[in-house]
């Protein structure tokens, strides 16, 4: 299981001790309640942010990331929301900065960079009995990959925390900070735009 890293929580430490003249007592307190939210929340997080970036190095370095901020932000918490839901706002956010830092790199236009290996077939656990199966779904799901990174972030996040993540629409207009309704339109247009868009890719081949 990945562990966050004592590089990270020194360095979120030092960042927090500059902004405020904690007592030893309530930073060991502080410690302790870090270091349990960490170890219930940290596999969501990394998941959460793997939907997103489709590799796993990235997701924990993204994971990292998250926590420092948490661990910054927990004073400021004002449980407005529930804890996880805070955490999976910023966990998102985290996610498409990091998206975003791709695209003006222009290291997000191959299909190596999406998947994080050379050779989609060389990472397949293939069933002996028919190989041939295991390589198309693999392929499928690499297409569909790409086609969610062809949809505008609103709608990819909206569908992911739905169709991945299994949260309700309320859950999700929490997360994203906006209404029902809004989420409601936001996965039917994405759904619409993935079926446009993979519809278009089947049929030319």
């Known amino acids: 299981m990945y562990e966050f890293t004592a590089d990270a929580k020194e360095a ?40 997103f970036v489709f590799n796993r190095e990235d997701a924990e370095d993204l994971a990292q990331d998250v926590f420092i901020e948490v661990f910054r932000s927990l004073e400021q918490f004002r449980e407005e929301a529930k804890l996880s839901t805070w955490i999976y706002r910023i966990a998102v956010t985290k996610s498409l900065d990091h998206l975003r830092r791709l695209k003006r790199k222009k ?6 960079r999406i998947i994080g290996i050379e050779d989609p077939s060389a990472e397949i656990a293939a069933p002996c009995n028919n190989p041939a199966e295991a390589l198309a779904a693999n392929e499928q799901a690499v297409i569909l990959q790409e086609a969610l990174g062809t949809l505008p972030d609103s709608q990819k996040t909206a569908f992911l925390l739905s169709k991945q993540e299994g949260f309700s629409n309320q859950e999700i207009a929490d997360i994203l900070k906006t209404s029902v309704s809004a989420v409601e339109s936001l996965v039917h247009r994405a759904k619409k735009n993935l079926h446009d868009k993979l519809y278009a890719y089947y049929t030319q081949q």
Do not use: D, P, W
């Not at 927090?16 to 307190?29: E, T, W």
């Not at 290291?107 to 190596?112: C, G, P, T």
């Open 107 to 112: 290291r997000f236009s191959s299909l190596k």
């Open 12 to 51: 979120a430490i030092a960042s927090a001790a500059k902004k405020s003249a904690l007592q030893k007592s309530g930073m060991r307190s502080k410690e302790e309640s870090f270091r349990t939210l960490v170890a219930e929340h940290q596999e969501m997080v990394i998941n959460t942010c793997y939907r």
